[in-house]
């Protein structure tokens, strides 16, 4: 795999350009989300977005999303809508390969389902629009509301290989979409992480991304689950109430609070942390908490750095344990996952 | 398979009597649950309802439980209850095997438990009583409340094949279970979906029920889980609230709202959505979105016609697709499902 | 295994001393969370404890904590605390193997990290002061907050066999941490109960713990999830609702209420029944619902005393029965599980 492609020390996460469907509304100029940390976002009325994405062919076997010829990346674009918006996506099929996108959450007629199904692909060069709306909640008679489409929500090929898509996803064609709900408090910082099979982001450790932020900093993250097995999302020192937000609306709000779920294949959630919050900064492990996965490759860094941006003690000590120690399978844990695919790397016994 | 005991086209799931409790209360006159769509139910006070179910043997080395002698379906019937309300069930055993039926969520005393660890089960032939009841919430110390039995409940074999009816929910001992809350919003039509090891209501791809629905009616999903494996439920271009009712209470309610849910053995959950609200009608996949099994046949469809019946363009096309070239397996997925029992359908691939 | 370690009918985990960080401040008399049933917590402001927590070698090859030289148990202790309170614990490794101690939920800097990643773990022999500190919700910029430290958590080596502890998690190093916000219900009995691959607390059936309580006490669950293999927890005859306390804070409260819940590897959730409630006393069973795992094992009792304490009619007979005839595995159950490990007991066929 190749670092132009996912760059090792996740910066291209972080810094990848997250396309807000009204961004030109709320003046962000086209790099990461431009807001004041836990400020409410105000946006105006709903509106058209229309993007280009590219499907391409990557180093290693991959296939990614792109938003510019020659950009694509794995996990595609964080894709951004309010509750309301439309994006139009004119994906451009660069492969030789069936393949589509096929989004979660919003809403889509037959024609941009992205499925073979209901005839929904690019053809091999092929280019094709599919347009994804959105709307808020709606009342039901008075007592209830049916839902919006507000969510972290993903997209992902649904073509490529099989009429599900599977190997598309196995590639790398996938990525997060989020609906906000206006009002709703933006990140300074996005993360997407996908555990994939074996792997994240398609990658194993050591070579998993690190992603990074400056202590205090909100930092929004975007798990997803992929694949055929099953998986558990372990953040150390950090939590979220497991709802819509990851935040409570108040002391009445019944949320269990969480630092460890369930991201099993189709899945999404999301949530913002103050990176380091009441515990300092550090370089903190994500990892999958099955134990056969994380022993074998599904682990990476969360590097919380001081304020200033400058590096806590014994960060770097810990990035040089993570290189060179981690991750020697247990032949205990090898037995529960002959099944799965092995990607255990040469790292040396701790 | 017999269309007999499951019509291949769902029908007979959206037509099946739901058997509510206080039906006689209510007015219903036997068939689907008649009420105005959106308008909150008008209950009576709690009352006893005696019903006879019938456990039977069916073509195919199935099991089925029924409401009538030679009625039984896989699944049996939706029983539904409001809180407050007794089911009274006299359940006779038409097989040569031991047999039971235990319910999820009501409350029973260890005499209508259902399992042979409590001598709770049919005998070869035997006739034999189980009694449900269920309560409202009840308050704790002024602070909090004690949850009450509304839900979505379900109820199985815990006595065939082996103490835990292994072997009875196998063969197709399994049904929905709804506990409402006295002023829930009920639905139009009712669907129960059940992930049972690789199969779908104990179907295969193209085989599995097509479920249908005209666009804006109000159809209920009952999702259930059995067998050994692990699944994840996802419709498309719909979604719910990850909650009791399916449905937002407010702008401050802080559910997620999903459209992809883990769906494992012995857990249910319900939802209710307007059929193609804000994407139209058409012919919409539902599926596990575990690679492996969507693409050996965990897979159907919902079909949403016009709102006056007719089949929106496109629709039979998709139908045809599905049954004549999906779910062939890739051969990479093949792998992760070795321990899983083969439910390959012949269809060419696409 | 030995009945010293974990004491057959469960009575060592009813009795064990639930250490509570405010124990003093409450007048607790260092046994079980002494409180009035239903009645909130009065606690007053946060508070440091400092306890020494045990790594000691037990027989059958297992390896418990435990707050006594020689009183290590599996699971370990429950430890308790409320929002703002700091837990200082020394850890004694009594035995010849790293190992550590690893919590969810709290706060640490890296140094009580736990893990040999952030070189934070105890040398064979060695003695190493780890300090847990929690707080309460925060507001944000007005609108929502950002969660406490308040939940149903649990701890674990992660150092033990491999850099994730997966050799101490196999061998029992693993237990029950809450963190209650001031107001919370207390309990008259906590149950510690641990799906760690195909064993509950590190046994199998029928030498499962039997849990036992009075009709109408208060029992606090607290279910952990550990290993390689996916599980769902489910208890006949109780129910509670899916979110911070297993309770509705009123009837505008969305919260699913359930009696089956995934419990996969790193996860833990708790919620409180009163015993027996609208169910009557006697033996009811919990146990995994996959069927693979309860045919093989994973199941147990929770025995409901009538409420002065005399056992109810039928319950001797039903434990009699767990203990010669259930369990035996089917073969129809045994092809799905052929990658766990098998933990067959001896039991007759029923």
């Not at 595609?76 to 809508?81: Q, Y």
């Not at 809403?107 to 994804?132: H, I, L, Q």
């Not at 694949?227 to 109430?241: D, E």
């Amino acid at each position: 795999m190749n670092d132009n492609v996912v760059n090792r020390d996740g910066e291209n996460h972080l810094r990848r350009r997250s396309l807000l469907a009204a961004a030109g509304v709320l003046g962000l100029t086209g790099g990461a989300v431009a807001v004041t940390r836990g400020e409410p976002a105000r946006a105006a009325a709903a509106v058209t977005k229309k993007i280009t994405i590219y499907a391409e062919n990557l180093p290693g076997g991959l296939i990614g999303y792109g938003l510019t010829r020659g950009g694509a990346t794995v996990p595609g674009p964080i894709l951004e809508m309010y509750e309301g918006d439309t994006l139009e996506i004119t994906l451009v099929n660069t492969t030789t390969q069936r393949l589509s996108i096929h989004p979660h959450g919003v809403d889509y007629s037959t024609e941009s389902d992205g499925s073979p199904f209901n005839d929904s692909f690019n053809a091999p060069g092929e280019t094709r629009t599919y347009t994804w709306r959105s709307h808020e909640m709606t009342t039901v008679a008075g007592r209830r509301f049916m839902p919006g489409s507000a969510g972290y929500w993903h997209y992902h090929d649904h073509a490529l290989g099989t009429d599900h898509g599977t190997g598309g996803l196995a590639k790398g064609l996938y990525g997060a979409l989020i609906v906000r709900r206006r009002g709703d408090v933006l990140p300074d910082k996005q993360i997407t992480v996908v555990f994939n099979d074996m792997l994240i982001n398609n990658r194993t450790a050591p070579n998993t991304p690190m992603f990074e932020a400056n202590l205090g900093q909100r930092v929004e993250w975007i798990a997803i689950g992929h694949g055929s097995l099953f998986h558990t999302f372990h953040l150390h020192a950090h939590r979220w109430a497991d709802n819509r937000t990851g935040m409570l609306e108040g002391p009445s709000d019944p949320s269990l609070v969480i630092d460890n779920k369930d991201l099993n294949p189709g899945s999404a959630f999301g949530f913002q942390v103050l990176a380091g919050e009441a515990v300092g900064p550090g370089a903190w492990m994500y990892h999958c908490h099955v134990q056969s996965h994380s022993d074998t490759g599904m682990a990476g860094i969360f590097l919380v750095r001081n304020a200033d941006g400058t590096m806590p003690p014994g960060a770097q000590e810990a990035i040089d344990r993570f290189q060179g120690h981690q991750h020697k399978a247990a032949s205990s844990a090898a037995a529960a996952t002959a099944t799965a695919p092995t990607h255990v790397h040469g790292g040396t016994g701790s």
